[in-house]
């Protein structure tokens, strides 16, 4: 009997350690949840856990989208992140501390363990700026105000419309379209009228072209907004 109980009770254990490293491998493998182009130009990282596969799940990211696309710049979403991986931490980091293109990394009250780790260690080392809402585990260099009921939401549809009350409040704070000018054709013309420079003939209207979709996420569009800025003025310096 007591042979018999021990072993069945090495089976568990090696089923045990069979389910824990299964675990493992399933958070390695969903450590970067979504990785695509925004704006046409950004990259966008969203890191879903800090494991060890983290770099090299970057590392090929970063090449798949560079292939086909000028990079201005990347965000490194680590919002709803967590992790136990100082070492995968650290790995990641050093992928960003050498790079020239700027990098935003995005935090919330939700960046946890060594996904706030990262986080730190890319600011220490200057590797780029970091956007949240506040209360936050890390502080922000660029505090957004942020409806915490709304991030979530946000989160899972960066494009995600506003209702018109959630919108008034967020513009106390945040310009959501800052380098857009919103000056609509026909104040150009009331303009060029007052001005004496009214034209007899004016050209027929233009059809409408389709409006882009608009970054909803207030976090998510002021890193894009200032990565683009950058690039803006890179290429005029230049």
Known sequence: MTRHFFSRFGLAFAGLLAATALSRADMTNMALAKSEI????????????VAAGLPGNIGAADQALTATNKIAGTVLDLRF?????AAAATATA?????????LAILVNSQTRGTAATLATELRQSRAGLIFGSTPSTVKPD???KEN???EKKFFEN???????NEAAALSDTNDLMPWV???????????????????????????AEPQKPVIGDPVLARAVDLIKGLAVVREFRS
């Open 38 to 49: 925004l704006e046409g130009s950004v990259a966008y990282l969203r890191v879903s856990h």
């Open 81 to 85: 992140a967590d992790g136990d991986d």
């Open 94 to 102: 050093n992928l960003f501390a050498g790079k020239k293109l700027p």
């Open 142 to 144: 660029v505090s957004v």
């Open 148 to 150: 915490p009921a709304d």
């Open 158 to 164: 960066p494009y995600a419309a506003l209702a018109t």
């Open 181 to 207: 000018d919103h000056t609509s054709e026909a104040d150009l013309v009331r303009a060029k009228i007052k001005d004496g420079d009214e034209d007899e003939s004016p050209p027929p209207p233009r059809a």
